[in-house]
């Protein structure tokens, strides 16, 4: 869906291969969110670290285009106007990066997941979703995991828009979910049968990665 080259191996994806095969920052516990805010292995960061494969492509809102297909019954492609005229939505939440950092309390505003899912309606054999971002990056998600209450298209963070370093103009934010299932610079989004691993997945990450199960890596 994304025409852009597959990503370059950096310094930091070399390292981040290397933590999934000798299970870094494993703890071995298992909470949950109703009881811990803070998942096992996880400590509180106040600034919002930058973290990608280390292209940062530059998208306007003018250029930018999001393509949603597959199985879906209306497959459409959002320009900005289009994505602004969607219902928009603000939410407040955590991020969890698997890296190990988490940062409590993020202004978030944008298309709730679940607005766009009622405009493409997907059909009935859609189970998962492929992410694609304007970097060639890409991660999975289940439908129920992208439907869930708090999964936004977000625009904006603390009334600011996005930053380019943070996935400007729109990124996906899954907050109940390690934050690679975020996908910044997002272009296309996927409907598919069944649930396949994208390229942290594909690299020793976890298919699913909910931090308070610590499923960093599979
Ligand atoms: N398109 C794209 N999205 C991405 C990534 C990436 O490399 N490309 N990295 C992921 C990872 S591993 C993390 S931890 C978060 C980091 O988001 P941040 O840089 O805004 O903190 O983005 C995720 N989304
Ligand atoms: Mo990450």
Redesign the pocket.
């Known amino acids: 869906m994304s025409d852009e080259p597959p990503?370059e191996p950096s310094k930091l994806t070399t390292s981040?291969r290397r933590w999934a095969s000798e299970g870094k920052f494993l703890t071995g516990q298992h909470a949950r969110p109703e009881e811990q805010r803070l998942p096992p292995g996880q400590h509180i960061v106040r600034d919002?670290?930058?973290?990608?494969?280390?292209?940062q492509?530059e998208v306007s809102r003018e250029r930018w285009r999001l393509k949603v297909g597959g199985m879906v019954e209306r497959p459409v492609t959002l320009d900005w106007a289009a994505f602004m005229a969607l219902p928009q939505t603000a939410l407040r939440s955590d991020?969890h990066?698997?890296?190990s950092w988490s940062?409590y309390d993020n202004d978030w505003q944008g298309v709730a997941a679940h607005d766009l899912l009622d405009l493409v309606q997907p059909r009935d054999e859609a189970a998962a979703l492929m992410?694609?971002?304007?970097?060639?990056?890409t991660?999975n998600v289940t439908l129920a995991d992208f439907a869930a209450p708090g999964v936004l298209l977000a625009h904006s963070w603390q009334g600011q828009k996005l930053t380019k370093?943070?996935?400007g103009p729109v990124?996906?934010v899954v907050p109940h979910l390690?934050?690679?299932?975020?996908?910044?610079?997002?272009s296309g989004i996927d409907l598919l049968g069944a649930d396949k691993p994208g390229?942290?997945e594909s690299s020793g990450y976890h298919l699913r990665g909910d931090p308070w199960r610590e499923e960093r890596y599979s």
Do not use: E, N, Q
């Open positions: 990503p981040k919002w670290l930058v973290l990608d494969l280390g292209r492509p991020i990066c698997v890296t940062r992410l694609h971002g304007y970097d060639g990056y991660t370093a943070h996935g990124r996906l390690y934050f690679w299932k975020s996908a910044k610079w997002i390229f942290w």
